[in-house]
């Protein structure tokens, strides 16, 4: 069974970075699959902001892209995100997520709180 865990601070200043990692176990990042990141802000739907591949190609979604990075640490089978520059539009529940193409996000974790304010 494939586990997925955010961890990360839950409050961040704005201009600051958002750094999250998500823990795998039950499965390695190296063998398939897409390790996505996604947002779900108070009251509205969810965001996907981007994956790494299996073999560490990284994927953004064009709206977060200038902000958005994603790497992994194949060593501790986690990846991680950092968005930059945040505003309190970034206030958001950030899930990981596995991806697999053909039935889309399979494995989520439950979720962090991210709350951006001074």
């Known amino acids: 069974q494939v586990q997925l865990q955010e961890s990360g601070p839950g409050l961040v200043k704005p201009s600051q970075t958002l750094s999250l990692t998500c823990t795998v176990s039950g499965g390695s990042i190296t063998n398939g699959y897409a390790w996505n990141w996604i947002r779900q802000p108070p009251g509205k739907g969810l965001e996907w902001i981007g994956y790494?591949?299996?073999?560490?190609?990284?994927y953004y979604s064009p709206s977060l892209k200038s902000r958005t990075s994603i790497s992994r640490d194949t060593s501790k089978n986690q990846f991680s995100l950092r968005l930059s520059s945040v505003t309190p539009e970034d206030t958001a529940v950030y899930y990981c997520?596995?991806?697999?193409?053909?039935?889309?996000?399979?494995?989520w974790g439950k979720g962090t709180l991210v709350t951006v304010s001074s």
């Open positions: 790494i591949t299996y073999s560490g190609n990284t």
């Open positions: 997520a596995r991806g697999d193409g053909a039935v889309g996000m399979d494995y």
